[in-house]
């Protein structure tokens, strides 16, 4: 299901980030999601970091973003690095940190009004 903007701020904002799950102006997600400011994409299927392969970034892509946020759970953690050059390749920044650094760097970026999309691994309940 697909989270659409309705908020006085003008984007999605993570208000929480727990061990298990992040909410979403007063919405608790408890499974991996892709956010963008105007939209939050649930059932992104991935649980690790260890997943995410060059297969994975096309999605990613076509957000279009001019940056992305990996937020890899409780701990940093890297992807491939296929996955992080088919990002370079087509000059989109890409930066991995934890869940609670990457909310905190989104939060700012869509409140710049950039173009930023984040990917928020959660692990299975």
Do not use: C
Request: a negative charge.
């Amino acid at each position: 299901m697909d989270l659409s903007l309705d908020s006085g701020s003008g984007y999605l904002l993570v208000r929480r980030v727990g061990a298990h799950s992040i909410t979403l102006l007063d919405r608790e997600l408890s499974a991996s999601f892709l956010l963008a400011p105007d939209r939050a994409i649930e059932g992104w299927g991935v649980t690790d970091a260890a997943q995410l392969d060059a297969e994975h970034v096309p999605a990613l892509l076509a957000l279009k973003p001019e940056l992305v946020i990996l937020g890899t759970g409780e701990r940093q953690r890297f992807p491939a690095a296929a996955f992080m050059a088919g990002f370079l390749q087509k000059n989109v920044g890409i930066e991995v940190m934890d869940n609670a650094a990457a909310a905190r760097t989104y939060n700012l970026l869509a409140g710049e009004g950039r173009q930023v999309i984040a990917g928020f691994i959660l692990p299975d309940a």
